[in-house]
T-cell receptor
Framework: LAKTTQPISMDSYEGQEVNITCSHN???????ITWYQQFPSQGPRFIIQ???TKVTNEVASLFIPADRKSSTLSLPRVSLSDTAVYYC??????????????FGSGTQLTVLP | ETGVTQTPRHLVMGMTNKKSLKCEQH?????MYWYKQSAKKPLELMFV???????ENNSVPSRFSPECPNSSHLFLHLHTLQPEDSALYLC?????????????FGDGTRLSIL
């Protein structure tokens, strides 16, 4: 099982770029890296997914080094509304036991004015 | 709008009541999930359904009973709940079962047990 490790919390200021790193040292060949965002009293929202190198969408970028043992979610020019908990999940697209479907504690990002 | 709708949004019930939570997805997905999120705690996976068949029961007490009549609907039947069952209950769906399949979540049902 690819266990993930993220910082518990991070603070940033409006307009800055924020990078949240997730470690997954025993990632498997078939595993993808998926990031979610959760606001209080709402369900998590899918942000971005990648397998290797770099992926970018209208919300964020995901950087994955060649060894794939970590990944970095990059949020450009954050605003107060980006204050949320961010989760990193690692797993294959074709299977997943209950133990793997573990969101963990995530990273609480607080954006300050 | 996530394509996953949960009702009711809020529910208050006594310990002896019987109620049901409903989840409906309009995404054509084959897998559906129930999660529990207590205050200040991570999400806990409860049940996983794939093509209407229950494939995971994550050691959930029998007072929680899931039902998946078709691929678009998922229910969670509640009876004889305890105060510690007060939480946000989230439903999600994904194209197929797999940790790497992006999940689409509803906004949950806030359940309070008196």
């Amino acid at each position: 099982l690819a266990k993930t490790t993220q910082p518990i919390s991070m603070d940033s200021y409006e307009g800055q770029e924020v990078n949240i790193t997730c470690s997954h040292n025993n990632i498997a060949t078939n595993d993808y890296i998926t990031w979610y965002q959760q606001f209080p009293s709402q369900g998590p929202r899918f942000i971005i997914q990648g397998y290797k190198t770099k992926v970018t969408n209208e919300v964020a970028s995901l950087f994955i080094p060649a060894d794939r043992k970590s990944s970095t979610l990059s949020l450009p020019r954050v605003s107060l509304s980006d204050t949320a908990v961010y989760y990193c999940l690692v797993g294959a697209r074709t299977s997943g036991s209950a133990r793997q479907l573990t969101f963990g504690s995530g990273t609480q990002l607080t954006v300050l004015p | 709008e996530t394509g996953v709708t949960q009702t009711p949004r809020h529910l208050v019930m006594g310990m002896t009541n019987k109620k049901s939570l409903k989840c409906e997805q309009h995404l054509g997905h084959n897998a559906m999930y129930w999660y529990k999120q207590s205050a200040k705690k991570p999400l806990e996976l409860m049940f996983v359904y794939s093509l209407e068949e229950r494939v995971e029961n994550n050691s959930v007490p029998s007072r929680f009973s899931p039902e998946c009549p078709n691929s678009s609907h998922l229910f969670l039947h509640l009876h004889t709940l305890q105060p510690e069952d007060s939480a946000l209950y989230l439903c999600a769906s994904s194209q197929d079962r797999g940790v790497g399949q992006p999940q689409h979540f509803g906004d949950g049902t806030r359940l309070s047990i008196l």
